[in-house]
């Protein structure tokens, strides 16, 4: 499916070293398996091949733009999705070296479960379904305490 990530290593063994830099369709990554990300933007990789004694060292990154729902407070948001690559491939005959799947995989493996618009996100009044983030609703006004203290209360002078 992509050519570009179709090595020929005895080529990376006559160059020693190979750059693979540039864009591929959002396509490349197929469907997340979560409902809480989609991705929008083109995949950009920045990789470099490299042959050792015994194989070959695949190094370098890969990232794409994603649309998340907060998994708190439900508001959408874009965040940077994004993996270190660091494969070997062990030396033997084939005349190709296909390294999508890998690639493709280690960024899949760095989709949050759950994402989350920011770390101090408050998320949703689990009483009203108010966006705390926003304003804060009057559901913890009311005392969590004891019917029993209220009843109480106006016996103080
Ligand atoms: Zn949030
Ligand atoms: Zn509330």
Do not use: H, W
């Given at each position: 499916m992509n050519k570009v990530f179709r090595i020929s290593p005895s080529q990376v063994e006559r160059e020693r070293?190979?750059?693979?830099?540039?864009?591929?369709?959002?396509?490349?990554?197929?469907?997340?398996d979560?409902?809480?990300v989609k991705f929008s933007h083109p995949v950009?990789?920045?990789?470099?091949?490299?042959?050792?004694?015994g194989?070959?060292?695949l190094n370098g990154q890969i990232s794409t733009q994603t649309e998340c729902v907060c998994g708190?407070?439900?508001n959408k948001f874009d965040s940077e999705l994004s993996a270190k690559i660091c494969h070997f491939y062990?030396?033997?005959?084939?005349?190709?070296?296909?390294i999508a799947e890998d690639v493709r995989?280690?960024?899949l493996l760095e989709i949050p479960?759950?994402?989350?618009?920011?770390?101090?996100?408050?998320?949703?009044?689990?009483?009203?379904?108010?966006?705390?983030?926003?304003?804060?609703?009057?559901?913890?006004d009311t005392p969590a305490g004891h019917p029993v203290w209220d009843d109480l209360k106006p016996v103080k002078k």
């Open positions: 070293k190979i750059q693979l830099t540039g864009e591929l369709p959002v396509e490349f990554l197929g469907e997340p979560t409902e809480m950009k990789y920045s990789l470099e091949l490299s042959a050792t004694l194989g070959i060292v708190r407070c439900l062990e030396k033997d005959d084939s005349s190709e070296l296909d995989e280690d960024l479960m759950n994402p989350n618009c920011s770390k101090n996100c408050k998320g949703l009044c689990l009483k009203c379904g108010q966006d705390l983030n926003k304003k804060t609703c009057k559901c913890d």
